[in-house]
């Protein structure tokens, strides 16, 4: 497929998530993702994993949503970043609404849609869980920093750094798979390089407690690379805590 076309099929990923969550089939729900399934946020300390779409299914739950007068759900906006023929990364808003139509609780969320066995589904969603800080700039600044403290100690192989700029367990999401390094020596055996950044980051997400970010990458072979990483904001610094490479992308532009 060209890029016209996987955007296509990224945006009716993010749909079919959308609608088959309003739809209350949980096994439905489940299906419009890809396995094993990851949740990450800045409000826990490790992402929830789902290893199997039975597993996902059997633990759904609508009580906290419907304790808030939830009635359905649709997105504020949504945006495709980068595909290629088996991974897509995006970057959405959705927002819940009661019965009456009004407007009770919008997430930011960027979302790895991935194709496996066949099928297209979203394989992990990074959500920044919080609202927009007083200084946006100085929390995207800080998501920022981290980044690049990043990329500078993997290029190095600076375990004794990376322990400062990642969040422990960290998660690297791929196609069909989801590794947890649980040591900053794991990050640098499983992360491997991440390629020399072709421009800034671009912060995609900004909440109090986590940034979204997208940036563009050039491998060694010349290949493009997009990274889609959340950075968790605390009192004890920036730290990055979920990424995904996607390699070989075609970074879709304006």
């Known amino acids: 497929m060209n890029e016209v ?134 929390a995207v600044g800080r998501a920022k920093a981290a980044w690049r403290r990043l990329r500078e100690a993997m290029a190095r192989s600076d375990a004794e750094e990376l322990e400062q700029v990642v969040r422990l367990p960290f998660n690297l999401i791929g196609v069909g798979r989801i590794t947890v390094a649980t040591t900053a020596n794991e990050v640098v055996d499983h992360l491997g390089g991440v390629g020399t950044a072709t421009g800034e980051a671009v912060d995609l997400q900004v909440g109090q407690f986590g940034v979204n970010l997208g940036a563009e990458l050039r491998e060694e072979n010349g290949d493009t690379c997009h990274a889609l990483l959340l950075v968790v904001l605390s009192d004890q610094g920036a730290r990055v805590s979920a990424i995904s490479l996607l390699r070989g992308a075609h970074v879709v532009r304006g």
């Open 5 to 138: 076309a996987l955007r296509t099929v990224g945006d009716a990923a993010l749909d079919r998530f959308i609608e088959t969550f309003n739809s209350r089939d949980a096994a439905s729900w489940a299906a419009s993702l890809s396995y094993p399934h990851v949740r990450v946020s800045p409000r826990q300390p490790t992402a929830a994993v789902a290893p199997s779409e039975r597993s996902y299914a059997e633990a759904v739950n609508y009580d906290a949503a419907d304790a808030m007068g939830w009635h359905h759900s649709a997105w504020d906006q949504k945006q495709i970043l980068a595909v290629s023929p088996v991974q897509i990364h995006a970057s959405a808003q959705w927002c819940r609404y009661n019965a009456a139509g009004e407007r009770i609780l919008p997430n930011n969320v960027s979302y790895v849609i991935t194709q496996v066995d066949g099928r297209w589904g979203i394989q992990a969603r990074f959500g920044v869980d919080s609202a927009l800080p007083d200084d946006p700039n100085t």
